[in-house]
């Protein structure tokens, strides 16, 4: 092995990928520095881990869920007492400020602990049979081997919201983390390993989409697909299981509106825009991408988010004092710049941002917070996700048209009213289309312990995290136990007529 290189994890050996293609993994705040090489992975590499992980599956399986939950107790113990090494390291290859790392990796902790404490409840249930002398039950059973394959933007986070729910259901897993944030792959299955999970039960591919990714999807022995990215790759990958009957999970894009009406709390709404809109340089899934203004309050609020947006700092996500970091590569600040463009063109007003910066210490894939004024609801920077630093700001007259507005997108994940009329926030919350709905808060930031996920095309109706999650990962079984010693016939009238 060259030095530098990480590997892929198969049936409990770090091994070199099949294709002796490696790549390299840069930080976005400084695009000349490499964190490290990392396997290019085929679809060999994923015919030998899926063959691990078919092979490591019936112990597993066997293994009580309580002893499994033991682990993922360890698991989210080692990742606190490692929270600051690893939120290091992932704001060095994603470029998110340290702070917003640091909480990507709470949200694994919290989410294995979660899943622990489900060890000792994966609740069936007993009911009563229309037959004397039959007892009824259902029963949760693990699916088989489940393909992980997960985005750039919570590198931690997102795995562990699949993979400790996975694990707990006794299925094993092949998982292929993003190719942009490889390192915090590694380092998450370097704990599961140290937490005692066994050989072959998690197995890890780094390397691209198109194919490795497609590998596992198209591969006959995986049961299950749990994917989070965007709403196209999401759709190519429902056809490809549809195909197969797989069982898919997909969390995908979103644009998010936040509401404030006449009658909210300023001070309030604007704190949660700025860190809405522009925490995680906008490279959220649940980030706030439309701001739906009451008319009354519309130039105010505006005229203040641009103050506070010109105001942060944009710098490397180590440094103290940095409020945004860079995009995550060149093509995503090339996308949100075209973005731009089209705003402009389309006639909205360009209040502020709207540039790549590369200036002084900033080398990397830096935009300036960028927002723009009069838009309307069916311009494209209001119905398509950029991914980046821009929001659009729309003017609404009333509740019933800032619903509309917020509703007129393909996606559904997250949404938000600020208001003071508990009135008109139980209305948002009855008539909102999405998964997801604050009352004065902003549209990001999920607790493990709810559901998490969206309608229409932000998804496929499953849900992530919550006690809802264990229905992805594990399929129920109905056991009828007959001890009348005779045969009985459901549904058979049993009365002569
Ligand atoms: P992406 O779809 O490009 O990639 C996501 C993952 O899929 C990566 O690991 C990638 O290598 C893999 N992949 C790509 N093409 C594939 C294929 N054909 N077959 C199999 N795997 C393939 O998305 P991204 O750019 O990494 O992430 C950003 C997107 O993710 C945004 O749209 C964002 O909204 C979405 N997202 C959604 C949620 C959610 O919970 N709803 C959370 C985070 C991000």
Redesign the pocket.
């Known amino acids: 092995m060259a030095a530098g290189k990480s590997l892929n994890r198969v049936g409990g050996e770090w091994t070199e990928p099949s294709t002796g293609r490696w790549f390299e993994d840069r930080d976005p705040a400084a695009p000349e520095e490499v964190v490290g090489i990392f396997p290019d992975s085929g679809a060999a590499d994923a015919d030998r881990a899926v063959a691990a992980a078919r092979d490591a599956f019936p112990r597993w399986a066997r293994t009580p869920a309580p002893k499994r939950a033991e682990m993922l107790y360890r698991a989210g113990e080692i990742l606190k007492r490692r929270k600051d090494e690893l939120a290091h390291i992932m704001t060095r290859e994603m470029g998110k400020v340290l702070a917003e790392t640091k909480g990507d990796v709470q949200e694994a902790i919290d989410t294995a602990f979660y899943a622990a404490g489900e060890g000792r409840r994966l609740f069936g249930e007993t009911t009563t049979s229309e037959l004397p002398d039959k007892f009824c039950m259902s029963v949760r059973q693990p699916i088989g081997v489940c393909g992980i ?6 590198p931690m986070a ?1 795995p562990a919201w699949k993979m400790f729910p996975a694990l707990l259901c006794g299925n094993t897993i092949v998982f ?4 942009d944030t490889p390192a915090s792959a590694s380092r998450f299955v370097e704990v599961l390993v140290e937490a005692g999970i066994p050989d072959g039960v998690v197995n890890l591919l780094h390397g ?3 194919e490795v ?2 590998a ?2 198209e591969h006959p022995g995986v049961n299950l697909i749990s ?8 759709k ?2 429902a056809q490809q299981c549809g195909g197969q009957l797989k069982r898919a999970s997909l ?4 644009k998010n509106g936040m509401i404030v009406m006449d009658d909210a709390d300023l001070d309030l709404a604007i704190e949660g825009a700025v860190w809405g809109c522009f925490g995680t340089t906008g490279q ?2 649940t980030a706030t991408s439309r701001l739906i203004l009451h008319e009354a309050i519309s130039a105010e609020f505006t005229e203040r988010l641009v103050r506070r947006a010109r105001a942060l700092r944009l710098g490397h996500g180590l440094e103290p004092g940095t409020d945004v970091g860079p995009l995550i590569h060149e093509a995503a600040r090339e996308k949100v710049h075209r973005y731009v463009e089209i705003g402009k063109s389309e006639g909205a007003e360009l209040l502020c941002g709207g540039r790549p910066v590369d200036a002084g210490k900033l080398r990397g894939w830096f935009y300036e917070p960028t927002v723009f004024g009069k838009v309307l609801p069916n311009m494209r920077i209001a119905q398509e ?1 950029i ?1 980046g630093p821009v929001v659009a700001v729309l003017e609404v007259k009333d509740l019933d048209q800032a619903i509309a507005v917020l509703n007129g997108t393909r996606y559904g ?1 997250s949404s938000s009213i600020y208001t003071a009329d508990v009135n008109r926030a139980f209305r948002a919350m009855r008539d909102i289309e999405a998964g997801i709905t604050y009352v004065n808060g902003p549209t990001i930031g999920a607790e493990v312990h709810l559901p ?3 309608v229409k095309e ?2 496929n109706g499953h849900r ?1 995290a919550g006690p809802q999650v264990y229905d992805v990962f594990s399929e129920w079984k109905a056991i009828y136990v007959d001890y009348s010693g005779k045969l009985q016939k459901a549904q058979i009238d049993s009365q002569p007529s």
Do not use: Q, Y
């Open positions: 394959i997960t985005p750039w933007n919570f997102i292929k983390p993003a190719h691209h989409g198109r990714g497609t596992i999807v994917f989070t990215g965007s709403t196209e790759t999401g190519k990958i969390e995908l894009g979103g959220r899934c996700e991914f994940l998490f996920g969206g932000t998804g992530e």
